[in-house]
């Protein structure tokens, strides 16, 4: 069992969660198959952007990210069947690397079984919990040492992007304009 990288604590409501950055070889493996399914959504995102009535001055800021969003959702709902959607799950909350806190206080490996109950009735909080792993293992630009300033900048760039779009989905507005309870 790999015993290196970083481990963050991540809460969703009542759960605490631990995630283990994956080791570099398992990483890369998980990151081709993310491009297949991350790929497409970007598409479908910039699809989105180029419709001709999105732009900041005549829709407000949750419009426009709704209209980006529904691109990406459209282009993935073609691109994306249910058992790719889980092979990618499997993958990304692999039990070797993902943990979460029992009721008796304990860390224990987040299985098949144990995800069933945590997650019984909430699969976007378990979209949510695939976000933060993403988030742990492929957005820490902080490392890089030997890149030249301008992909730096544009690493960087596109963490801001998708820390933003993340916290959207992690932390989403009501209706009604104001933030929503979690529990």
Known sequence: MYDGGEIKEYKQG????NIRQYPPFYA????GELQKVIAPALDGAIGGLKKPDVTDETMPDLGVFATIASGSFVSL???????????????????????????SGQFEKLTES??????????????????KVVTVNYLDFSKLSS???GVRETLDGLKLTFRDVSNEILNPPSLSG???KRD
Do not use: C, W
Not at 28 to 31: E, H, Q, Y
Not at 84 to 101: A, G
Not at 114 to 131: C, H, K, Q, T, Y
């Open 178 to 180: 104001e933030p929503l």
């Open 114 to 131: 144990v995800a069933n109950e945590v997650f019984s009735g909430r699969p976007f909080d378990m979209i949510a919990l695939m976000v």
């Open 147 to 149: 890149l030249p300033a």
């Open 77 to 103: 709902a073609q691109h994306l069947s249910g058992d790719e959607l889980l092979r990618i799950s499997k993958l990304l909350l692999d039990p070797e690397y993902v943990y979460v806190k029992n009721s």
């Open 28 to 31: 890369i493996k998980v990151l």
């Open 14 to 17: 009542e759960f605490t969660f």
